[in-house]
C-alpha cells in the first residue's frame, strides 16, 4: 500500500519547473505591467463619461501566454487578437439568436474554437469570451471594439515593449542559432517533413511552434552527441597499423608507398618516432615544376625544393617535400576535439602521439565517421 501510495502521489505532483527564480520575477512584473496599462486606460475612459466596460476578465489569461509563455503560437499577436476579436464576436451574436443557456453557451464555445481553428489564431482565453458573453447576455455589436480590440491591442504592445526589454524578443522568432560547433553546423537537423510526420500522428494541437520544436530537438541530439565524443577517445579509433618515413628517405620510396599501398598521407619521424611533418601526393603534384609526360626521375628532379639543413647532399630526400609544421593529436583527446579539426580546419588524416610525442597511430576522416555511426543507435 505504501509504494502504491508513492506511485500515486508521484503521478499527481508535477515535475519542478527549471525557469530560474529571475525569470519567474520577470514574467510577474511583465503581467502585473501589461494589466496596469489597461486598467488605466479604463481609469481614463471612466473619468470622461465612458460607461462600457472598460476590461474582460479573459486578460488575466492572456497576460499569462504574453509574458510567462512568450514562445507560444497562441500568446503571438495574431492569435491574441484575432482570436480575442472573433470569439466575442461570434460570442454577441449567438446571444442575439439564442436565448437558451444550456444551448447557447456550448453552441458559442464551439463556434469560436472552429473559428479560431480557421482563421489560426487559436488562442486559448478567447474561449472563455465566448462563455463570458452569453452568460451576462451582452448583445452590444461594440463590445467587440472596446474592450475586447482595445485590451488586446494594449496588451500586445506591452508585451512587445516589455519582453524585448527583457531578452524576449516579441513577436517570437523561432528562427534561432544553435551555434557554430562542427555539429551545429546546420540551423536544422530536423527536416520539416520528418517533423509533419510524427505531428501527424500525434494528431493534438502542441503549445510549441514546428521550428521550435525542431530546435529543441537539434538541441538536444548537439548534447547527447558532444556526451558520446567526449567519451570516445582517439586511442579508440585511430589506426595502429602506420605506414611511416625518415626524414632521409628517398622520395621514390615514399612515392611507392603512397602508390601501391593506398595510402593518402604518410607520416615523417625521426629515429625517436616524433613526428616532423607529413608528406603526401599533393605535396608530390604541388612541388612539381615539369610537364607529367616526363619520366618519373625527371619529375622527381623537378619538385626538389630549396636545400633543407642537414640533408644537403640528398638530392631526393623526403624533409624536401613534405609539409611542415604538421597537426598532431594526442591519443588521450576525445572525438569532440577531431571534430574541430576534421570540419573545421579541413585536414583529412591526423597522426596521433602518445604522452612522448611518439608516432602511435593514425586518425582519418573515415575513422571518424565511421566512430560517429557505431556511436549512433538507430531502433
Given at each position: 500500500?505504501?509504494?502504491?501510495?508513492?506511485?500515486?502521489?508521484?503521478?499527481?505532483?508535477?515535475?519542478?519547473?527549471?525557469?530560474?527564480?529571475?525569470?519567474r520575477?520577470?514574467?510577474?512584473v511583465?503581467?502585473?505591467?501589461?494589466l496596469?496599462?489597461i486598467?488605466?486606460?479604463?481609469w481614463?475612459?471612466?473619468?470622461r463619461?465612458?460607461?462600457?466596460?472598460?476590461?474582460?476578465?479573459s486578460m488575466?489569461?492572456?497576460?499569462?501566454l504574453?509574458?510567462?509563455?512568450?514562445?507560444?503560437?497562441?500568446?503571438q499577436?495574431?492569435?491574441?487578437?484575432?482570436?480575442?476579436?472573433?470569439?466575442?464576436?461570434i460570442?454577441?451574436?449567438?446571444?442575439r439568436?439564442?436565448?437558451?443557456?444550456?444551448?447557447?453557451?456550448?453552441l458559442?464555445?464551439?463556434?469560436?474554437i472552429?473559428?479560431m481553428?480557421a482563421?489560426r489564431?487559436?488562442?486559448?482565453p478567447a474561449?472563455?469570451?465566448?462563455?463570458l458573453?452569453?452568460?451576462?447576455?451582452?448583445?452590444?455589436?461594440?463590445?467587440?471594439?472596446?474592450?475586447?480590440?482595445?485590451?488586446?491591442?494594449?496588451?500586445?504592445?506591452?508585451?512587445?515593449?516589455?519582453?524585448?526589454?527583457?531578452g524576449?524578443?516579441?513577436?517570437?522568432?523561432?528562427?534561432?542559432?544553435l551555434?557554430?560547433?562542427?555539429?551545429?553546423?546546420?540551423?536544422?537537423?530536423i527536416?520539416?517533413?520528418?517533423?509533419?510526420?510524427?505531428?501527424?500522428?500525434?494528431n493534438?494541437?502542441?503549445?510549441?511552434?514546428?521550428?521550435?520544436?525542431?530546435?529543441l530537438?537539434?538541441?538536444?541530439?548537439?548534447?547527447a552527441?558532444?556526451?558520446?565524443?567526449?567519451?570516445?577517445?582517439?586511442?579508440?579509433?585511430?589506426?595502429t597499423?602506420?605506414f611511416?618515413?625518415?626524414?632521409?628517405a628517398?622520395?621514390d620510396?615514399?612515392?611507392?608507398?603512397?602508390?601501391?599501398?593506398?595510402v593518402?598521407?604518410?607520416?615523417?619521424?625521426?629515429?625517436?618516432?616524433?613526428?616532423l611533418?607529413?608528406?603526401?601526393?599533393?605535396?608530390?603534384?604541388?612541388?612539381?615544376?615539369?610537364?607529367?609526360?616526363?619520366s618519373?626521375?625527371?619529375r622527381?628532379r623537378g619538385?626538389?625544393?630549396?636545400?633543407?639543413?642537414?640533408l644537403?647532399n640528398?638530392?631526393?630526400?623526403?624533409?624536401?617535400?613534405?609539409?611542415k609544421?604538421?597537426?598532431?593529436?594526442?591519443?588521450?583527446?576525445?572525438m569532440?576535439?577531431?571534430?574541430e579539426?576534421?570540419?573545421?580546419?579541413?585536414?583529412?588524416?591526423?597522426p596521433?602521439?602518445?604522452?612522448?610525442r611518439?608516432?602511435?597511430?593514425?586518425?582519418?576522416q573515415?575513422?571518424?565517421?565511421?566512430?560517429?555511426?557505431?556511436?549512433?543507435?538507430i531502433?
Amino acid at each position: 500500500m505504501r509504494q502504491l501510495f508513492d506511485k500515486l502521489i508521484h503521478r499527481l505532483l508535477p515535475e519542478a519547473t527549471s525557469v530560474s527564480w529571475s525569470e519567474r520575477f520577470r514574467s510577474a512584473v511583465g503581467v502585473a505591467l501589461g494589466l496596469a496599462a489597461i486598467i488605466s486606460l479604463g481609469w481614463l475612459l471612466t473619468s470622461r463619461g465612458y460607461n462600457s466596460p472598460w476590461i474582460v476578465a479573459s486578460m488575466g489569461a492572456s497576460s499569462f501566454l504574453l509574458f510567462v509563455l512568450p514562445s507560444s503560437p497562441m500568446a503571438q499577436p495574431w492569435a491574441v487578437i484575432g482570436g480575442s476579436c472573433v470569439s466575442a464576436f461570434i460570442g454577441i451574436v449567438c446571444t442575439r439568436f439564442f436565448h437558451e443557456t444550456a444551448f447557447l453557451i456550448p453552441l458559442s464555445v464551439g463556434l469560436a474554437i472552429l473559428a479560431m481553428f480557421a482563421l489560426r489564431c487559436l488562442h486559448a482565453p478567447a474561449a472563455a469570451l465566448a462563455l463570458l458573453i452569453p452568460l451576462n447576455e451582452l448583445t452590444d455589436i461594440y463590445f467587440v471594439l472596446f474592450p475586447v480590440l482595445g485590451n488586446s491591442v494594449l496588451l500586445v504592445l506591452c508585451a512587445m515593449i516589455y519582453n524585448s526589454l527583457t531578452g524576449k524578443p516579441y513577436p517570437h522568432s523561432s528562427k534561432e542559432d544553435l551555434g557554430s560547433s562542427p555539429l551545429a553546423m546546420r540551423d536544422r537537423k530536423i527536416e520539416d517533413e520528418e517533423i509533419n510526420t510524427v505531428l501527424a500522428k500525434y494528431n493534438q494541437v502542441l503549445d510549441i511552434s514546428k521550428d521550435d520544436l525542431a530546435n529543441l530537438i537539434s538541441q538536444v541530439e548537439h548534447g547527447a552527441y558532444q556526451k558520446k565524443l567526449q567519451s570516445m577517445l582517439c586511442k579508440d579509433i585511430m589506426t595502429t597499423e602506420v605506414f611511416f618515413v625518415a626524414m632521409d628517405a628517398p622520395l621514390d620510396q615514399a612515392w611507392n608507398l603512397l602508390r601501391n599501398r593506398h595510402v593518402k598521407a604518410l607520416p615523417v619521424i625521426d629515429s625517436a618516432r616524433r613526428v616532423l611533418g607529413i608528406i603526401t601526393l599533393e605535396d608530390f603534384i604541388k612541388s612539381a615544376s615539369v610537364d607529367f609526360h616526363q619520366s618519373f626521375g625527371q619529375r622527381i628532379r623537378g619538385f626538389m625544393r630549396a636545400t633543407v639543413p642537414g640533408l644537403n647532399n640528398l638530392p631526393n630526400a623526403v624533409g624536401q617535400v613534405m609539409s611542415k609544421p604538421v597537426r598532431v593529436i594526442s591519443d588521450d583527446r576525445n572525438m569532440l576535439d577531431l571534430a574541430e579539426i576534421f570540419c573545421v580546419d579541413g585536414h583529412h588524416h591526423i597522426p596521433v602521439i602518445n604522452s612522448e610525442r611518439q608516432l602511435v597511430g593514425m586518425v582519418t576522416q573515415s575513422d571518424f565517421v565511421k566512430a560517429i555511426d557505431r556511436s549512433i543507435d538507430i531502433r
